[in-house]
T-cell receptor
Framework: DSGVTQTPKHLITATGQRVTLRCSPR?????VYWYQQSLDQGLQFLIQ???????AKGNILERFSAQQFPDLHSELNLSSLELGDSALYFC????????????FGPGTRLLVL | ELKVEQNPLFLSMQEGKNYTIYCNYS?????LYWYRQDPGKSLESLFV?????AVKQEGRLMASLDTKARLSTLHITAAVHDLSATYFC??????????FGTGTSLTVIP
């Protein structure tokens, strides 16, 4: 158990809908990262938050957005969903100390029908 | 854009054999991470390599880093079935962003 929690575990929705994925980092970790894992794209970095502020953006679509709240939990919002958004979405956290690894949550499996 | 390539993508090996997974990356970094992912599961951190020449070992797995060659290796010694998984390398960059390789799917055959 990495200490990172994600909800829900599974999500089934329809095209055009909007969903919110939630992540709670390990105790004490200030950085939260979101990744998308799909068969054709592999593991893609989406976005990073550090102590409530956006720090870096990766391959995140404009239809996707995220935020980190004062209690450090984070939410990833996916809107106008398309079939191709079906994937496993991971949240990871780290202390952000130099060289510190990232600890991954169990993931949310999203299926868009 | 930083590229991280792993090879092979798929590896099928017999129990008891040795093999090496390679991770090449396209830009300067002195931080390299290895992860393991079991089917349908999350990623588990295996090794953190933070300097040129770093070598870490855990059980039958040994990882090394050559920053000048921009190459990391994950060596498997006397493979056992429990090592079957997908192995990812990740290169660390400024801001602690990680760029992941394509993954190597390892199957150890009894």
């Amino acid at each position: 158990d990495s200490g990172v929690t994600q909800t829900p575990k599974h999500l089934i929705t329809a095209t055009g809908q909007r969903v919110t994925l939630r992540c709670s980092p390990r105790s004490g970790d200030l950085s939260v990262y979101w990744y998308q894992q799909s068969l054709d794209q592999g593991l893609q970095f989406l976005i990073q938050y550090y102590n409530g502020e956006e720090r870096a953006k990766g391959n995140i679509l404009e239809r996707f957005s995220a935020q980190q709240f004062p209690d450090l939990h984070s939410e990833l919002n996916l809107s106008s969903l398309e079939l191709g958004d079906s994937a496993l979405y991971f949240c990871a956290s780290s202390s952000d100390a130099p060289g510190e690894t990232q600890y991954f949550g169990p993931g949310t499996r999203l299926l868009v029908l | 854009e930083l590229k991280v390539e792993q090879n092979p993508l798929f590896l099928s090996m017999q129990e008891g054999k040795n093999y090496t997974i390679y991770c090449n990356y396209s830009t300067t970094s002195d931080r390299l991470y290895w992860y393991r992912q079991d089917p349908g599961k999350s990623l588990e951190s295996l090794f953190v390599l933070l300097s040129n020449g770093a070598v870490k070992q855990e059980g039958r797995l040994m990882a090394s880093l050559d920053t000048k060659a921009r190459l990391s290796t994950l060596h498997i010694t006397a493979a056992v079935h429990d090592l079957s998984a997908t192995y990812f390398c990740a290169v660390g960059r400024i801001g602690n962003q990680f760029y992941f390789g394509t993954g190597t799917s390892l199957t150890v055959i009894p």
